[in-house]
T-cell receptor, first 112, second 116 residues
Framework: GENVEQHPSTLSVQEGDSAVIKCTYS??????FPWYKQELGKGPQLIID?????GEKKDQRIAVTLNKTAKHFSLHITETQPEDSAVYFC???????????FGSGTQLTVLP | GAGVSQSPSNKVTEKGKDVELRCDPI?????LYWYRQSLGQGLEFLIY????????KSGLPSDRFSAERTGGSVSTLTIQRTQQEDSAVYLC??????????????FGAGTRLSVL
């Protein structure tokens, strides 16, 4: 089955700096890669996703890149703000699966 | 309601007792998922329901765990003879369709289970 590794587990940045979270996956058949943001006391919420036929996708201050050859994908947050502080999860969906495989999460703290 | 609703939000129980966790998905969503989130860990898939099809129980960690979905809507996750290692946040999610590459998965706020 699919295995997703996520790094780092914790990340602290100064407000205004950029943050990068990286994930690797094992199943070359995986074709969909969403990112979720989980604020304290809430369930995860989809913030951006990318499909295997695309190398990069942007939505305002967040972007995701995908390298299918190396089987890794990354989340980039620019001009970080205190409200970006949360736990971020990457996930992968393999072609035959009906459920996502999640990474272990990254606790992002944006320091004012 | 507008989102996925889970109850209770917190549950404290004694080792050996049975517990029931409830999930009310978004109206009209045919797919429903249960996950377990242990401290500092990612989301561990437990079980998946899709319409009237047989559920995918491949993620249930032991036969003490079971779930049902009545009438294609509300779901209940039951843990029998709870153990301390069952302590975690149990998350429920629903999606309009089963293809997660085309249908967003919406999560509830979870039930925090503490087994003493």
């Amino acid at each position: 089955g699919e295995n997703v590794e996520q790094h780092p587990s914790t990340l602290s940045v100064q407000e205004g700096d950029s943050a990068v979270i990286k994930c690797t996956y094992s199943d070359s058949a995986s074709n969909y890669f969403p990112w979720y943001k989980q604020e304290l006391g809430k369930g995860p919420q989809l913030i951006i996703d990318i499909r295997s036929n695309v190398g990069e996708k942007k939505d305002q201050r967040i972007a995701v890149t995908l390298n299918k050859t190396a089987k890794h994908f990354s989340l980039h947050i620019t001009e970080t703000q205190p409200e970006d502080s949360a736990v971020y999860f990457c996930a992968a969906l393999s072609g035959s699966a009906r459920q996502l495989t999640f990474g272990s999460g990254t606790q992002l703290t944006v320091l004012p | 309601g507008a989102g996925v609703s889970q109850s209770p939000s917190n549950k404290v129980t004694e080792k050996g007792k049975d517990v029931e966790l409830r999930c009310d998905p978004i109206s009209g969503h045919t797919a429903l998922y249960w996950y377990r989130q242990s401290l500092g860990q990612g989301l561990e898939f437990l079980i998946y329901f899709q319409g009237n099809s047989a559920p995918d129980k491949s993620g249930l960690p032991s036969d003490r765990f079971s779930a049902e979905r009545t009438g294609g809507s509300v779901s209940t996750l039951t843990i029998q003879r709870t153990q301390q290692e069952d302590s975690a946040v149990y998350l429920c999610a629903s999606s309009l369709g089963f293809d997660l590459a085309k249908n967003i998965q919406y999560f509830g706020a979870g039930t925090r289970l503490s087994v003493l």
